[in-house]
């Protein structure tokens, strides 16, 4: 989130998922002193497939520097497309081909030697 002026306070809850599944919660936000940015970080989970999207956005107390309250609501998305896919891969099938025409005589011998 952006403000465009120094904040401070507590962050607000942050609600998201990603397509259908469930919806994950995150309250460890970050404002730095004298910033204009609260910070979330979320590491993607099993589950997460498809567009993410914020659902809620709410709580908290941020004011910028001199007190005044931050007005916070829950935009539209604002062009930044982020998907998940957590599915594992799956190997449907596999094609083995014949060698090469070339081929391994064993030899005969002392020294029991190939020829290619």
């Known amino acids: ?34 910033d204009r940015y609260i910070r979330y970080s979320y590491r993607i989970q099993e589950g997460d497939n498809g567009l993410l999207i914020i659902t809620d956005l709410s709580g908290g107390a941020i004011t910028s520097l001199t007190g005044n309250e931050a007005i916070i609501s829950l935009l539209p998305n604002s062009g930044n497309i982020i998907t998940a896919d957590t599915i594992p891969p799956t190997l449907n099938s596999i094609k083995v081909t014949a060698p090469a025409a070339r081929y391994i005589q064993s030899g005969s011998g002392d020294n029991n030697s190939s020829t290619i």
């Not at 120094?6 to 460890?28: D, M, N």
């Open 1 to 34: 989130m952006n403000f465009n002026k120094g904040i401070k306070g507590t962050v607000p809850t942050l609600k998201l998922k990603f397509g259908a599944g469930p919806e994950r919660t995150i309250t460890s936000g970050y404002v730095y002193s004298n």
